[in-house]
């Protein structure tokens, strides 16, 4: 693949396979200057972050800027099944080239660039680790959860399992794919969060693609909104059905940067009709002003609290709903992430 891609290029001469390595192998590239280059290729099984960093600093890689003219120029590239755009992104940082076999790539070598990227996973591991961002995964949602209530905190991974009662095994899962990110880290105080935002908008991504048991309800209400969101709290105390404010409607109780004409609501699956009884609202088949996010499971409720009187989603669950909404919804989550959770 290597190979025939350079010899496609007009200013490349020759390409030809000098030698295999135990890490890869070699091949020459002979541009229309007469310059000759010699290209090595790292061949990883999977390429993660981490792996990457390791491999360049175990290989005391010399890394050459593309118009280095030296005689023993040697341009690494990193090869692999697939190659994400966190991985790429650490290449680029680490001035190496790479290959996957799913059409992504990118070099930069001597007077030649090229690139191409956005191709999905064509060689996804059948028995390989699950995405801890999987919505199905409720016991990864609520290690993330816990990890992101407080990003300055470090975690001993024995305690975290024991505080939310769930395996130690689960726990190295999350902890090992952060790790591999290069978002955590292991330190001797335990784990460590780097990049809150990375894991936020991987997050989001995945949570805005759920298919799960969880449904929305589009609904009206007569009333405006804010005697609405009055009678949603009423409707708690008095009769003890929660519900909680999400999305924009939810952001604004924490960072209020935007108006919204739309209410988002968390209620549980088994309460909704006696919600929206009491709260006055009917389902609608266009012309909403409530959405209500019917939930069967309690993680999305960990950490919510209560502003003002009213119960609100923690600022992570109002960061996944807000990022799905788009525009304003989008500026909520920016200002919640930067205020709230990465705080």
């Not at 200013?11 to 007469?34: H, L, N, P, Y």
């Not at 405006?224 to 519900?243: C, H, M, T, W, Y």
């Not at 209020?256 to 739309?262: A, D, E, G």
Request: glycine residues 4%; proline residues 3%; charged residues 25%.
């Amino acid at each position: 693949m290597l190979m025939n891609s350079l010899r496609k290029v007009p200013i490349v001469e020759e390409c030809d396979w000098v030698t295999d390595r135990d890490t890869g192998f070699m091949v020459s590239v002979k541009f229309a200057d007469s310059r000759m280059i010699f290209i090595e290729a790292i061949v990883l099984k999977q390429a993660y972050p981490a792996r990457i960093v390791k491999t360049v600093n175990d290989l005391n890689i010399r890394v050459c800027e593309p118009a280095d003219q030296s005689d023993e120029y040697i341009y690494y590239i990193i090869m692999a099944p697939f190659i994400s755009p966190e991985a790429a992104k650490q290449c680029e940082k680490l001035s190496v080239g790479y290959m996957d076999m799913s059409g992504n790539y990118r070099l930069h070598v001597h007077w030649l660039y090229m690139s191409e990227q956005g191709h999905p996973n064509q060689h996804i591991q059948v028995n390989g680790p699950k995405d801890i961002f999987n919505p199905k995964s409720k016991v990864s949602s609520i290690i993330l959860r816990a990890l992101m209530r407080d990003v300055s905190k470090q975690w001993k991974l024995s305690l975290l399992s024991e505080k939310l009662q769930c395996s130690i095994g689960q726990v190295f899962k999350v902890k090992n794919y952060l790790c591999e990110q290069l978002w955590a880290e292991m330190t001797s105080e335990g784990l460590r969060i780097l990049d809150t935002a990375a894991i936020m908008h991987a997050w989001s991504a995945a949570y805005s693609n759920k298919e799960t048991e969880d449904a929305v309800l589009d609904c009206y209400t007569v009333d405006s909104l804010p005697v609405f969101e009055k009678k949603a709290q009423d409707v708690r105390l008095k009769l003890g059905i929660n519900s909680y404010l999400t999305g924009i409607a939810g952001g604004v109780r924490y960072v209020p940067v935007v108006r919204y004409n739309k209410v988002h609501l968390i209620v549980p699956w088994k309460d909704v009709k006696d919600f929206m009884l009491a709260a006055g609202c009917d389902e609608v088949d266009s012309g909403s002003n409530v959405q209500i996010h019917l939930v069967s499971s309690d993680e999305l409720m960990y950490d919510a609290r209560e502003l003002d009187g009213y119960m609100v989603a923690s600022p992570v669950q109002i960061y996944l709903d807000s990022m799905a909404l788009k525009g304003r919804g989008e500026e909520v989550a920016n200002a919640i992430l930067k205020q709230e959770i990465n705080k």
